[in-house]
């Protein structure tokens, strides 16, 4: 089956401070991962489609400035949370499609960021 | 994207089968439908999807209605790692992203 690993799997950070989260996908080539981030008791938010050499589309209300998005190769992504608050605190999940796959999307275990 | 409507939860006894239902009455004619689990702390994983026909796989199988305003995703035979929330998920052909609803919190009585 296909693979997507994140690291770290929590991180604990002081306030002001960046974070840097990667995705992996570790048996197949992903061209489009995507980065969610999910609050305690609620569902996941897209927050951004990331394409493999280009600029990340980020959703309505996320800050691109805030949330860096690199997307340097076909097997990994990055999500940098700068200068990060409290309010920042989250699960942070990404996820993977195939290249050549129109439907499924293969997910990450999810990075707990708790920001101090 | 077009909408989807799940209970918020359901209950079921281990061993049992396990029917969950998910309406989605403005699908249009390019929508898949796609079910996704999330365990707790974990990230989602993908269940099963389908477009008209019902579809069964090793987890579990998708009964669509014939007007495809409904779904039906079936656990043939529950056990306690099947508790998790359940996401019915619509997708257009070539749509990029998915858009989560609130899904159903199932859990399994032992």
């Known amino acids: 089956g296909a693979v997507v690993s994140q690291h770290p799997s929590r991180v604990i950070c002081k306030s002001g401070t960046s974070v840097k989260i990667e995705c992996r996908s570790l048996?197949?080539?992903?061209?489009?991962m995507f980065w969610y981030r999910q609050f305690p008791k609620q569902s996941l938010m897209l927050m951004a489609t990331s394409n493999e050499g280009s600029k990340a589309t980020y959703e309505q209300g996320v800050e691109k400035d805030k949330f860096l998005i690199n997307h340097a190769s076909l097997t990994l992504s990055t999500l940098t949370v700068t200068s990060a608050h409290p309010e920042d605190s989250s699960f942070y999940i990404c996820?993977?499609?195939?290249?050549?796959?129109?439907?499924?999307?293969?997910f990450g275990p999810g990075t707990r960021l708790l920001v101090l | 994207d077009a909408k989807t409507t799940q209970p918020n939860s359901m209950e079921s006894n281990e061993e049992e089968p396990v029917h969950l239902p998910c309406n989605h009455s403005t699908i249009s004619g390019t929508d898949y439908i796609h079910w996704y689990r999330q365990l707790p702390s974990q990230g989602p994983e993908y269940v099963i999807h389908?477009?008209?026909s019902n579809v069964n796989n090793r987890m579990a199988s998708l009964a669509i209605a014939e007007d495809r305003k409904s779904s039906t995703l079936i656990l043939h035979r529950a056990t306690l790692r099947d508790a998790a929330v359940y996401y019915c998920?619509?997708?257009?052909?070539?749509?990029?992203?998915?858009?989560f609803g609130q899904g159903t919190r199932l859990t399994i009585n032992p």
């Open positions: 389908g477009l008209t």
């Open positions: 998920i619509l997708n257009s052909q070539g749509a990029q992203k998915l858009v």
């Open positions: 996820s993977a499609k195939r290249q050549g796959a129109r439907e499924t999307q293969y």
């Open positions: 048996d197949f080539q992903a061209t489009t």
